[in-house]
């Protein structure tokens, strides 16, 4: 964590607590335990990643989740990030988070229940580059897979003042975006290049 600070990837004194209340190890697989702290991503099966910290913390800091917000994830993966937002929205706020592959899907079911989160996150299995209409709007929306554009119904689906953060791009390089909704336009910010893997489905990149 002092070397995200350090290399200037963490600033906000929210997300450190955030991230330092949410145990790492408990969302990788036990073979890969004992590499949970280096700042890296690391499989999770399913040909999927958790994504690095220095990557969950810029994503964080940037989508700025406050106390009792509604907030979106896409690409559940492991349910760390989840874990993360779950801190940051408090007792008052919830975090839905869709995953497409029912598999993973229960990996963060485990990993979430495991750690105390479920009061607060609720996983949907299904295609997240429709978002989740039943929840919105949402303060905030952060996809953690790579959408070739962004997706109208996540626009759609955002509050007035709500903020989404996006990679956009190839299937090998994209643009971490961030969408800020502003009296019903929206004002975009490219803030760096990152690579993901790619969101599937219908307003992501074919299987
Ligand atoms: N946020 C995750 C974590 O904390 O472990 C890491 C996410 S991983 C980089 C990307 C995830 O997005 C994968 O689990 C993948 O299956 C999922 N994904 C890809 N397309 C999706 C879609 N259309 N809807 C929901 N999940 C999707």
Partial sequence: MRSLVAEGYLSDERVIDAMLRVPREEFVPPEYRR????????????????????????MTERLSPAPGHRVLEVGTGSGYQAAVLAEMVGPRGHVWTVERIP??????????????????????????????????????????????DVPEPLLEQLREGGRLVIPVG??????????????????????????????????????
Wanted: net charge neutral.
């Fill in 35 to 58: 590499l949970s702290y280096y700042d890296s991503p690391l499989p999770i099966g399913y040909g999927q990643t958790i994504s690095a910290p220095h990557m969950v913390a810029i």
């Fill in 103 to 148: 598999g993973l899907a229960e990996f963060a079911l485990s990993n979430l229940s495991r750690t105390g989160y479920l009061d607060r996150v609720t996983i949907v299995v299904g295609d997240g580059s429709e978002g989740f209409p039943p929840a919105a709007p949402f303060d905030g929306i952060m996809v953690t897979a790579a959408a070739p």
């Fill in 170 to 207: 190839s299937r090998w390089i994209q643009i971490l975006k961030v969408i800020v909704k502003e009296r019903g336009r929206f004002k975009v910010e490219e803030v760096l290049p990152c690579v993901f893997v790619p969101l599937v489905g219908r307003y992501g990149f074919r299987a």
